[in-house]
């Protein structure tokens, strides 16, 4: 067995850069965790906040965190609480101004965690922010950084495609992934963190799009790299959560002009995903999302009132950051009919349009 990799070491003005706290959530997670945290060690300052909050693992999980990384913070739950539960426990322990949140199988290339702080000054408009992350052996890239169609449906940037094709610079995005995803304190208690409710997949999403909500920018930054393994395992669990938090973030975090204005897109949308179900043998998992949704529309309305009650950005600045690109394996073969390619473009021009026209402001708030 190999001797543990130190957990902090000292670095040459490590006091004038942010702390960090990194929160990886585990699920039987042993077959991955060492190396995740391995890879991380020799990059944490003095003040960083490693912190493991570990979803009732059964194969031996919090033994391999505390022998990989001994000074690690270690939060043990009784239950799995999902993803979303327990970033929300691992940042609730911790007092650094950023926040990074780590998938137990990523693999942090030396020097990313450094520039990943270093965005906190260089981009200070910026709530949220990526790695650039990608597939083992970092020659294709698992997300440059997410897109988030105007139906809400959501996917990873340039997925599989070469590095070669990765952006040189930091960047702005339609969402940032949580494979790699690094959030100021302030910004995610401003937001509330994630919703616990969403439990997995679209929590990124949400959030993403809640902090430009809320006034900030949302980037990816290249020079931080981190390997992901990563598969499209498509299971009907999956899909129900898929859809079922798509609705969520639509109806919740959508400005009313803008809700009013895709109604229609989003009707034939939904038609038009029955089939894609039907053909993709997913259709039971979207009938029982859609029950899902129809059940928790109280929740729904309570939750919406929340959100677009801390609303400070104009409709108009919250659209820009949404995308008619269908480039998702998520929609399947619509992504390949031409003619609805054309005609979902021009209605999302449409709509654009019609937002810039009307003229609306951000909110006022008082103090």
């Known amino acids: 067995m190999s001797a543990p990799v130190p957990d902090v070491r000292e670095r040459e003005g490590a006091d004038d850069a942010p702390a960090v706290a990194v929160v990886i959530v585990t699920y039987n997670s042993v077959g991955h ?52 539960g327990g970033c929300n426990a691992g940042a609730e322990a911790s007092a650094a101004p950023l926040l990074l949140f780590l998938n137990p199988d990523a693999i942090v ?47 990873a940037g340039l997925c ?30 401003r937001a509330g963190g994630f919703d616990e409710r969403y439990f997995m997949y679209g929590e990124d999403v949400d959030l993403s799009l809640r902090l430009r909500l809320y006034g900030y920018g949302v980037g990816v930054v290249p020079a931080a790299r981190v390997e992901h393994e990563y598969e499209f395992a498509k299971n009907e669990r999956k899909w129900v959560l898929l859809e079922r938090n798509r609705w969520w973030t639509i109806l919740t975090v959508y400005p009313l ?16 995903l029955l089939g894609v179900a039907a053909g993709g043998g997913w259709l039971r998992a979207k009938l029982r999302a859609n029950a899902r949704v129809l059940r928790e529309l109280p929740l729904i309305l309570r939750r919406r009132r929340t959100v677009q009650g801390r609303r400070t ?55």
């Open 33 to 84: 965790v060492r190396e995740a945290l391995r890879s991380l060690a020799s990059q944490l300052h003095q003040g960083d906040e490693p912190v493991v909050v570990d979803n009732a693992s059964g194969d031996g999980t919090v033994d391999a965190v505390r022998e990989a990384m001994p000074a690690a913070r270690v939060i043990e739950q009784r239950h799995n609480i999902g993803f979303a």
């Open 109 to 155: 290339t030396p020097g990313s965690l450094e520039a990943l702080r270093t965005a906190a000054s260089a981009h200070p408009d910026w709530g949220a922010w990526q790695a650039l992350v990608t597939l083992p052996g970092g020659e294709a890239i698992n997300t440059s950084g997410g897109v988030v169609h105007f139906l809400g449906v959501a996917w």
């Open 313 to 367: 950005v104009s409709v108009r600045a919250f659209a820009d950051a949404l995308s008619a690109d269908v480039g998702s394996p998520y929609l399947g073969p619509l992504a390949a009919r031409a003619g609805l390619v054309r005609a979902q473009a021009g209605y999302w021009r449409t709509v654009s349009s019609l937002l810039a026209l009307a003229g609306d402001r951000a909110p006022q708030r008082a103090g």
């Open 257 to 272: 002009p803008l809700l009013l204005a895709l109604v229609p897109a989003l009707a034939a949308a939904e038609l038009a």
């Open 160 to 189: 599989d495609e070469p590095l070669a094709r990765a952006p040189k610079d930091p960047a702005e995005v339609g969402f940032a992934s949580g494979d790699a995803l690094v959030v100021r304190d302030e910004a995610w208690r």
